[in-house]
């Protein structure tokens, strides 16, 4: 089973509508979680930290549910500019802090 | 500068040919991380660095790879006696330890994408 998984898409969806992502991760031990967006043939970029309490950043919702071991990501009125691979990661635990990704799910927004 | 610079950006090499790529993190950040991307994909952990220390090193790192860290501010990732199932984006990032809300988000340079022959 793979540390993170995450559905690969890709989601067609039209400029305007809720597109939801989710992704569940193995390590219970895990303490920091992230969503970050990677553009075709570019490097990964945070958008944003996933806190227990759930937290939202303009059109960005992420939520947390640590006793399912359970990351979403909600994007309300999608624009074209969002198109993009989201990537779900997961702090390893320990020394290192290494991040574990998913494979990303694939956002395609339509106009 | 105030990213995460990568050199090369790209290589095309025959196979059995060793390369070299190089990191140049965030100043101030003392540790750093390599990771690789293969198409549709997830980064995949190779190697972590604390300052000059190399703390961790995946399976996946294999004999024919090696990196350091000399002097705890660049990194070179070398590959020898290249093969095809090499060819993939090596990426590269830093972050800071702490406690603050930016400790331990990492971030990329735009990668060095290597082709094996």
């Known amino acids: 089973r793979k540390e993170v998984e995450q559905d690969p898409g890709p989601f067609n969806v039209p400029e305007g509508a809720t597109v939801a992502f989710n992704c569940t991760y193995s390590?219970?031990?895990?303490?920091?979680f992230f969503w970050y967006r990677q553009d075709c043939r570019k490097e990964p970029k945070l958008l944003m930290s996933?806190?227990?309490s759930g937290n939202e950043d303009g059109r960005f919702t992420a939520q947390l549910n640590r006793a399912s071991q359970y990351i979403s990501l909600l994007i309300r009125d999608s624009k074209l500019s969002d198109s993009a691979t989201y990537l779900c990661?997961?702090?390893?635990?320990?020394?290192?802090?290494?991040?574990?990704f998913g494979t990303g799910t694939l956002l395609a927004v339509q106009p | 500068d105030t990213g995460v610079s990568q050199d090369p950006r790209h290589k095309i090499t025959k196979r059995g040919q060793n390369v070299t790529f190089r990191c140049d993190p965030i100043?101030?950040?003392?540790?750093l991380y390599w990771y690789r991307q293969t198409l549709g994909q997830g980064p995949e952990f190779l190697t972590y660095?604390?300052?000059?220390?190399?703390?961790?090193k995946s399976r996946l790192l294999s004999d024919r790879f090696s990196a350091e860290r000399p002097k705890g501010s660049f990194s070179t990732l070398e590959i020898q006696r290249t093969e095809q199932g090499d060819s993939a984006m090596y990426l590269c990032?830093?972050?800071?330890?702490?406690?603050?809300?930016?400790?331990?988000?990492?971030?990329f340079g735009a990668g060095s994408r290597l082709t094996v022959l």
């Open positions: 660095f604390q300052n000059e220390a190399q703390l961790e």
């Open positions: 390590n219970s031990a895990s303490q920091s």
């Open positions: 996933v806190y227990s």
């Open positions: 990032a830093s972050s800071n330890r702490g406690r603050s809300s930016g400790a331990n988000v990492l971030t």
């Open positions: 990661v997961v702090n390893h635990g320990g020394a290192t802090n290494k991040l574990i």
């Open positions: 100043s101030e950040h003392n540790r």
